[in-house]
């Protein structure tokens, strides 16, 4: 998921580069989201193998 936050990243650097506001606005946005979706995604894995770690003790 992350490949993707970095392909639109990269994707709105090359769109500045070559003058689209519009289409770089959009790709960083897209990119804002999907790397906030992949933390919070991180965090809910990560505090869940927390719990079942704690289970099996």
């Known amino acids: 998921m992350l ?4 392909t639109f990243l990269v994707v709105a ?4 580069v070559l003058g689209f506001g519009g289409i770089a606005g959009t790709a960083i946005e897209i990119a804002k989201i999907i790397f906030f979706v992949a933390i919070v995604l991180f ?3 990560a505090v869940a193998g927390l719990m079942r770690r704690g289970r099996a003790s």
């Open 3 to 6: 490949s993707w936050a970095v």
């Open 13 to 16: 650097l090359i769109a500045a």
């Open 43 to 45: 965090v809910i894995s």
